[in-house]
């Protein structure tokens, strides 16, 4: 029968809530639908690095590598520079395995209202790049304990970098109304931008039925909040895609709904699905973290790996819960993580 292995990172605070109950959902859901996951559970979290000087094994990367996919809850703590804790674990993941797409798909869930009155039929898709733009490793402090003290932070894009995310941002904009919003700068950062919107203008050129709408990144955030119907499809670079999904999920009421796939499309090395939002250290440890954005990107897996029909159980059972009124605070419900998993899971079929 059909098993996957996937290595499960819970990682720091709510990243540990949200992950937990949602590999209870998955494997309920694989139950239902004649198959099996083999859970590789990985601690490799702040903790790790307190004890050991690390985030993962020195073979982590090599670990991974063996199996079908990753499963992410989030990293970072207080107690540890968030450049250790990210550049540690989970930004060579997504390059290593070069997961140059960061899907992040948005819309008004069923009984979210969302945060702006008046919002119907929400419906939007990030498609960010994932591994080069603004965060690159070029650059660094200088002069430190000086008064010249300084910091340089370059950014990198490449012609087969952009031309491969608006490819992956086009195909996905065909099948969604047919424009392609493309988040820009190029009035202010001026080497970056016009090269970004030249290779986004000529890939996407090729697509017959597609166009590209250029929108100043500005602008574009007070029109993600004042007519966020109006967008479907959007091509970002990876700051600027970073910033927008956490907009547009907040739109939609609340970062904790919101999912990400970070996908070698080629499937040349295993892909990544994780929560979009962090360990949020403010609510961690109360059992209280929405866990759907964890749902949902198990929901993005499960159809990863082509187990469609109980990508769609999981997805129907969280939506039917938040329909009934069940929600946690951050939605202005009063469900804990634990009660909210367990309708979930109830709703499953
Ligand atoms: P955050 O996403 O952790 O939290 C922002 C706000 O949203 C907080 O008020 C938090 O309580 C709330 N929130 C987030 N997820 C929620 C959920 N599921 N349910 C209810 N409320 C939720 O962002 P932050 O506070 O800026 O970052 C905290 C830490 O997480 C930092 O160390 C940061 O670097 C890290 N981080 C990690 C990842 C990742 O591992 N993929 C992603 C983002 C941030
Ligand atoms: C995300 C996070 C990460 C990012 C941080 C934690 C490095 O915000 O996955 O959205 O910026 O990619
Ligand atoms: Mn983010």
Not at 29 to 50: K, P
Not at 93 to 99: A, L, M, N
Not at 135 to 149: K, L, M, P, V, W
Not at 261 to 284: C, K, Q, T, W
Request: net charge negative; hydrophobic share 45%.
């Amino acid at each position: 029968s059909r098993n996957f292995t996937i290595d499960s990172i819970p990682g720091d605070g709510i990243g540990v809530d949200v992950t937990q109950v949602a590999m209870e959902c998955v494997d309920a859901a694989a139950a239902l639908h004649g198959f099996t996951v083999s859970w590789r559970i990985r601690d490799w979290n702040s903790d790790l690095y307190v004890k050991t000087g690390r985030m993962m094994p020195v073979d982590g990367i090599e670990q991974l590598s063996s199996g079908d996919g990753i499963y992410l809850g989030a990293v970072g703590t207080p107690d540890v520079p968030d450049d250790v804790t990210l550049w540690g674990l989970l930004i060579p993941i997504r390059r290593e395995f070069d997961q140059y797409i960061n899907l992040r798909p948005m819309k008004l869930l069923p009984g979210v209202t969302g945060a702006m009155p008046g919002i119907e039929d929400l419906d939007i898709v990030v498609v960010r790049e994932n591994v080069e733009g603004e965060y690159s490793q070029i650059g660094g402090r200088f002069g430190a304990g000086t008064d010249a003290e300084f910091a340089v932070q370059e950014s990198v894009f490449t012609k087969a970098g952009i031309s491969r995310v608006a490819r992956y941002a086009a195909e996905a904009a065909a099948g969604r109304g047919g424009t392609l919003v493309s988040a820009t700068k190029s009035n202010g950062i001026i080497h970056t931008m016009p090269f970004w919107d030249e290779v986004v203008a000529r890939t996407v050129a090729q697509f017959a039925g597609v166009t590209v709408d250029k929108v100043l990144i500005d602008a574009l955030a007070a029109r993600l909040v004042m007519k966020p119907t109006s967008v479907r499809t959007i091509v970002a670079s990876n700051l600027f895609g970073d910033i927008l999904s956490d907009l547009v999920a907040g739109v939609a009421g609340s970062i904790g709904i919101a999912p990400s796939a970070n996908l070698n499309p080629e499937r040349r090395y295993p892909s990544m699905f994780e929560p979009v939002h962090g360990s949020a250290p403010d609510i961690a440890g109360k059992g209280i973290a929405n866990p759907v954005g964890a749902l949902w990107a198990a929901s993005m897996m499960l159809e990863h790996l082509g187990e469609v029909a109980a990508a769609r159980s999981l997805t129907a059972a969280f939506e039917s819960t938040l329909a009934d009124g069940i929600a946690t605070p951050d939605l202005g419900g009063s469900a804990t993580t634990m009660e909210f998993a367990k309708e979930v899971r109830d709703r499953l079929r």
